[in-house]
Each structure stands twice: as structure tokens, then as C-alpha cells.
């Protein structure tokens, strides 16, 4: 079935570890996002990219880096600078344009340890 | 700027009760589009309806309708008959035309108690 496939589900990180999400999609998806989820709040976007090998800074980049080398993958790293990484994150995916839905995978929790 | 604003925090109901969720927008774009999406507690955000800025025409799907007023600049939801299975977290969200990106509102916590 087509969809987004986030893993790992959980994920535990030592203070000063760099950690990957890793975010797939077999929806032939153009444009993918990761956004962050903490509590009481809403979904905070870090990065997208419209295209493949590239890429562009959300809202709230810092302490995270992104590459999109193929259009299926999208990777997240929550570098050492990020201080205060334990969140909820969530990969998305859309057609492209503003004018289509964007489709979730499951998350990513990530605990700082 | 784009907001989105749902002002509902969380929202208590008992089983079969109907229940209304908040949503009011502010952007400067004339073309624009709206959506709402349900995150149950296994965390997937599920897409439930898009709305373009220039189709004000109220939707029903099943228990689910939408009413979206530009004069007061609100894309409301409602669940008729509401079931258990509805509890979850509700978004709001925004995109503006060429725009990159869906701008969320914090969300409506709805707990359905049987």
C-alpha cells in the first residue's frame, strides 16, 4: 500500500548525540516535510523540500539538518545543537503546490536521555 | 502573516452528543485553502477535508460537516451523534497560495465518554 513510513517509532538520545529520522514515501510525492509536535502546541515546521537535492529551512531549523538525495527519502538529523530535542516528529508529504492535502506518517518520538 | 487560531484547548463530550470545533484565520491572501485533520492517539495526523477560499459551500460527510464563513474568517467542524472513536486531536490548518507550507492551529483535544 502506498503511504509514509517514519522509523523508528521511539527513539532515545544521550545529551550531545546527533540521531536520523528516517522518513520514506512510495506516493511518488514531489514535496516533503518534517514538522515537530510538543505539547499544547501545534505542528512547527523545520524543514521541506519541493525537489530532489533540495531543500529549505523552516521555521525552526536550528540544531537540525535534512538531505533529500532520493525523492522516496528524507531524512532527519536532530544534531547536538538542537537543545532541546524530545519531541514528537512527524514527516508529510504532498503532490506539490498548495493546493493538495499533505499525508502523515506515524511519528517519530525522541527522548532525550 | 498567516494564523491559525483554535481558541478550544480540549473539549468534553458524552457519547451521541453533537460538538462544534473552533477555527478562525487571519491571511492576507484572497486565494487560500483550509483543511482539517484528526490525530488519534497512534499519532498519524489524518487528512479530513480541504477547502478552497472561493467555495463557501457547507460539506457533510456521514456524522462530519464544515462550515466555513469568510465574513468571520472561521472553517468550523462538526460531529453529529458523537462516538468514542472520535477522541482524538483536532487540527485546523492553512495554506496560502505558492505558499510551501500547512500552518497548524494548536489543536482541540475531543474526549468522547461513553
Known amino acids: 500500500d502506498g503511504g509514509i513510513t517514519q522509523s523508528p517509532k521511539y527513539l532515545f538520545r544521550k545529551e550531545g548525540q546527533n540521531v536520523t529520522l528516517s522518513c520514506e514515501q512510495n506516493l511518488n510525492h514531489d514535496a516533503m516535510y518534517w514538522y515537530r509536535q510538543d505539547p499544547g502546541q501545534g505542528l512547527r515546521l523545520i524543514y521541506y ?65 | 502573516a498567516q494564523k491559525v487560531t483554535q481558541a478550544q484547548t480540549e473539549i468534553s463530550v458524552v457519547e451521541k452528543e453533537d460538538v462544534t470545533l473552533d477555527c478562525v484565520y487571519e491571511t492576507r491572501d484572497t486565494t487560500y485553502y483550509l483543511f482539517w485533520y484528526k490525530q488519534p492517539p497512534s499519532g498519524e495526523l489524518v487528512f479530513l477535508i480541504r477547502r478552497n477560499s472561493f467555495d463557501e459551500q457547507n ?55 461513553p
Open chain 1, 49 to 113: 523540500s519541493q525537489i530532489v537535492n533540495d531543500f529549505q529551512k523552516g521555521d525552526i531549523a536550528e540544531g537540525y539538518s535534512v538531505s533529500r538525495e532520493k525523492k522516496e527519502s528524507f531524512p532527519l538529523t536532530v544534531t547536538s545543537a538542537q537543545k532541546n530535542p524530545t519531541a514528537f516528529y512527524l514527516c508529510a508529504s504532498r503532490v506539490g503546490g498548495s493546493v493538495t492535502e499533505a499525508f502523515f506518517g506515524q511519528g517519530t518520538r525522541l527522548t532525550v536521555v
Open chain 2, 59 to 113: 460539506e457533510i460527510s456521514g456524522r462530519y460537516s464544515w462550515n466555513f464563513q469568510k465574513s468571520t474568517s472561521s472553517f468550523n467542524f462538526t460531529i453529529t451523534a458523537s462516538q468514542v472513536v472520535d477522541s482524538a486531536v483536532y487540527f485546523c490548518a492553512l495554506s496560502e497560495t505558492g505558499a510551501n507550507n500547512l500552518f497548524f492551529g494548536t489543536g482541540t483535544r475531543l474526549t468522547v465518554i
